[in-house]
């Protein structure tokens, strides 16, 4: 992939409470990056079925599909781009259906900016 500027990546993020959307938009705009969103596990399978993304958050525990099945079933789809969960992280069990689903990494809720610019960052390095 060519080198570009954050503000050009393609973001998808996955989230069915308004208050956790409302600050991931926050932050992610400071970054200049316009993402897509996706309320249900479903409308995201769809986003992510699509292949045009650089990067996902995906909340684990999302309405009509859970994130676990969503990451699985896009991953067996060939779907390769990192796919961060969002979760509270209270349950190590968790974590580690997490990440046997497909997910990448993890950002722990509540989202704390410099914890969402880190994980940015890192993946976008790793697209150059």
Known sequence: MSNKEISEMKLLVAEDSRP???????????????????????????????????????????????????????????????????????DPELLVSCLDAGYNSFLLKPIQKDELTQIIIKFHKKMN
């Open 20 to 90: 956790v959307m409302l600050v991931l938009k926050t932050y992610i705009k400071q970054l200049g990056i316009e993402p897509e969103y996706a309320e249900s596990g479903t409308v995201a399978f769809d986003k992510l079925s699509s292949n045009k993304f650089d990067l996902a958050f995906m909340d684990v525990h999302m309405p009509e599909m859970d994130g676990r099945e969503v990451v699985s079933r896009v991953r067996e789809d060939g779907t390769t781009i990192p796919i961060i969960a969002m979760t509270t992280g209270d």
